[in-house]
């Protein structure tokens, strides 16, 4: 088990190599070009970050749970996009087949962190993250045991080919999870706002006793939307996988940018995760041009801690 | 008149304990048993110190890695400048995770539940990155260290490495069980039950986390000093290693965090079994099992062995449901 997120598992560390070499410049010295691409590169990487997060946004968000353990579940979406992959599924329509699954799979966590730790009150906090961390550890381990340590990644007609626009040669794989992670963060921002359940979930984060009093059942509609917020979990894993090789322990790297994203969209907003996502990325993929891959890692920890010393509610907060 | 002879049998226990580490490195002449008997006895110092914030004051510290790596790597830069012996080391390590201590617990003032967790992981990952960009120790790629001689009654550094473990133990385990038995052990569990309650009834809320987060670090760092003499290699991914942080939440959960005594008991049982595991098995099972038993204990049986014990112990006088 090697550290948590290195530099070079940032997804976008080939395209800023590449992109130098193309120009003959060197990495890690200022031009203005290098800049451009950078910033490029942030916003296609930050809303594929964005997609990563948004379940977070929803089961840490809106529900106040501790989902320490929303990154392994990703990690374990991304190795299913690969099984179903490996038999010549597309990765998007694998991620979209695990969406049920991971649903089902979402409604049983819930249910299980609810009897033991919210319905027992105390010092359920404590317990709940260590509950998670335990959880993410043995999914990390049981991916290992299963398919070793190799990094792992699927084969799709848009993998390894690139369009220029301008003189900028942009990864197809960046654009189509570019494009995947837009609508899917789209598609779960419409469903709370525009739906009867989707506006009950918002209720039951905001006034859990007064629903209780209208005659709603606040657990169920909890539940529903941790099954929800597990469900995109599906497509975000082949995202994941899309965008660059995935090994069991990625789901470390993760912890910092998905929490990151969500703490600073402020808790359970969606235009929020979405700005803050792309804020990561492209803040990310200056660092990553200008002082090289080493430093990447300690970037989205340090803008999580920034954020809760300066602004505690977030972009967006509640 | 109980209190102090409580005390009594603690110290004769505690000497007890560190006669006999340095009675088998002299009777005992393979290296084995002590090489597998320090890793359990640092952990028992880190749980120690882990419940000190974790259990006591009921701050979730996950970046006991943090504390760990950076004592590692404070025994490493003052190996290579000064070539500073053991004890230096630990010493230096001990007062650099005090300073680290007191900034976690300024954390504290803005953050508490997941966030102080969350903060202390991001903390881990910013140290490592520093620890990764510093040439002089190495780099990513870790650095080899060259025991010196162990000094005159060890004939190996690794059995002096133990009794010095053992030493460590005894010292974490007495400063843990003073602060539960003092007003400073009553208020940070008043602050654990209700931070703002115990604020308005005069408690020093935050000069108790302070100290709390400063034993608990200067602990934490000062086990960590000698791993990289233990391993003769320093590198920055297994120096700070999530699983450190891991393993002396669970390790206090474990054995329960109401009592000093518990997360040694963890460790024990704990760092045994794992050891076992890594020996026969694979070091990957050694962590399914760490996650596994976190999970059971959690679910099953929140406050540990302790509470089991305590639970056993009702069951068997009559006094049914007793402590319900």
Known sequence: ?318 | MQQAERGWIFWTAAALFVGAAAFATLAIKNEYPFFAGYLILQFMVLATAWNILGGYAGYVNFGTSAFFGLGVYTAVFLFKATGAPLLVQIAAAAAVGALLGFLVGLLTLRMRGIFFSIATIALTIIIETFIINWKFVGGATGMPMIRPPATAPFDSYIKMLFVNGAVMVVIAVALARFIQGSWIGRGLRALRDDELAAACSGVPTLKLKLLACVISGALMCAAGAPNAMYLSFADPASAFNLNYSVSALAMSLIGGTSHWIGPVLGALLLGSTQQLLTVTISSEVNVLVLGLMLILFVVGAPEGLLGLFRRMRARFSGDAGGRA
């Open chain 1, 1 to 318: 088990m090697d550290g948590l997120g290195r530099g070079d598992r940032h997804p976008g560390r080939f395209f800023i190599a590449t992109q130098a070499a193309e120009r003959g410049i060197q990495v890690r010295m200022f031009s203005f070009e290098l800049l451009l691409d950078a910033v490029v590169l942030g916003l296609l990487v930050g809303c594929f970050y964005a997609a990563v997060s948004i379940g977070l946004s929803v089961s840490f968000g809106l529900l106040d749970v501790p989902h320490v353990a929303h990154p392994a579940f990703l990690v374990l979406a991304s190795y299913g996009a690969y099984i179903l992959n490996q038999n010549g599924v597309d990765p998007i329509i694998a991620g979209l087949m695990l969406m049920p699954l991971f649903f089902v799979f979402g409604l049983f966590a819930y249910r299980l962190y609810y009897e033991t730790f919210e319905r027992r009150g105390g010092d359920a906090g404590v317990r709940g993250i260590a509950f998670f961390f335990g959880v993410a550890f043995v999914i990390e381990v049981v991916i290992i045991l299963v398919f070793g340590v190799d990094q792992r990644s699927v084969h799709a007609l848009y993998i390894g080919k690139s369009i220029d626009v301008g003189d900028m040669r942009i990864p197809l794989r960046l654009l189509v999870a570019f494009g995947v992670a837009l609508t899917l963060t789209a598609a779960l921002a419409l469903y709370l706002a525009r739906t009867f359940t989707g506006r009950a979930i918002r209720a039951v984060a905001q006034d859990e006793l007064a629903l209780r009093l209208m005659g709603a059942n606040p657990i169920a509609i909890k539940q529903w939307a941790f099954g929800i917020a597990t469900a995109v979990l599906g497509p975000a894993g082949a995202l994941l996988i899309i965008v660059a090789p995935v090994d069991p322990t990625l789901d470390r790297a993760y912890i910092g940018r998905t929490f990151c994203v969500v703490v600073m969209a402020g808790l359970g907003s969606m235009s929020g995760t979405l700005i803050a996502g792309i804020i990561l990325g492209v803040v990310e993929s200056i660092v990553l041009t200008l002082y090289g891959a080493s430093w990447a890692p300690a970037i989205s920890f340090a803008m999580l801690l920034a954020v809760l010393a300066v602004r505690p509610q977030g972009l967006m907060g509640r």
